[in-house]
């Protein structure tokens, strides 16, 4: 059984496509066991409660410096003891101490086709924003593996969606979760509880 640590700051859409998942048996082989945060006022926290997750709060604002901090998220982490780790709209930078511990064990679900629209400065509406000033008209989104970089990692799905006439930010940023983060976040978990993802080099393999 895949124990998987799912790590937000916002409405947690993502989050309850996993819950939602792991009840339907979309999800197999795989157990939440526990949800964290660093906004204590993120929806994503009260998805948790509601389906009777252990959640915490670890806010960068609770300790005097970024290196407190940094400990203290990763010791709540390791408290969880996961196999896996799910970034869905964490905003916080990881800190290399947990990149490197958990290396091929923490994936991120960005809301492009990487390598467009994405690292430092791409998040939330903004990627969308981009892609609409940009006028592309496939956009899309990806799951992979988190490295030290900004969404470098390498890449165990993607899935791609229309730009269509009149699309604003809001818009296209609703269409890529319905129709892509939705859909491949959950599973490449499923893929992973199941060992069909292998890394070679900067790249996945799925069996
Ligand atoms: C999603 O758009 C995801 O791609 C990005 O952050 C957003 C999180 O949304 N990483 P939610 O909290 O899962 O609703």
């Known amino acids: 059984m895949l124990r998987i640590a799912v ?14 998942g792991v009840k339907d048996g979309t999800i197999t082989n795989t157990e939440i066991v526990g949800v964290i945060s660093n906004n204590r006022n993120a929806y994503a926290l009260k998805r948790a409660e509601e389906n009777g997750i252990p959640s915490l709060c670890v806010s960068p604002k609770d300790y005097e ?10 010791e709540a ?14 905003l916080v930078v990881i800190p290399p101490a947990m ?23 791409y998040y939330g509406l903004k990627v969308h924003e981009a892609a609409l000033e940009r006028g592309v008209k496939v956009v899309g989104a990806t799951v ?11 890449i165990i799905l993607q899935k791609a969606v229309e730009v269509e006439q009149g699309d604003t930010p809001e818009i296209l940023q609703r269409r890529v979760m319905e129709q892509a983060e939705w859909k491949i976040l959950p599973r490449a978990i499923d893929l992973i509880a199941n060992g069909r993802v292998r890394v070679e080099g900067n790249k996945t393999v799925i069996d």
Do not use: W
């Open 7 to 20: 790590m937000v700051s916002g409405g947690g859409t993502n989050l309850q496509a996993i819950i939602d």
């Open 65 to 74: 410096t970024r290196e407190i901090f940094n400990e203290k998220l990763l």
């Open 77 to 90: 982490v390791d408290g969880l003891q996961p196999d896996l780790i799910v970034l869905a709209g964490f």
């Open 99 to 121: 990149i490197q511990k958990y290396r091929n064990r923490m994936i991120n679900i960005h809301p492009s086709l990487i390598p467009s629209f994405c690292g430092k400065g």
């Open 144 to 154: 992979h593996f988190v490295d030290e970089g900004t969404d470098t990692g390498p």
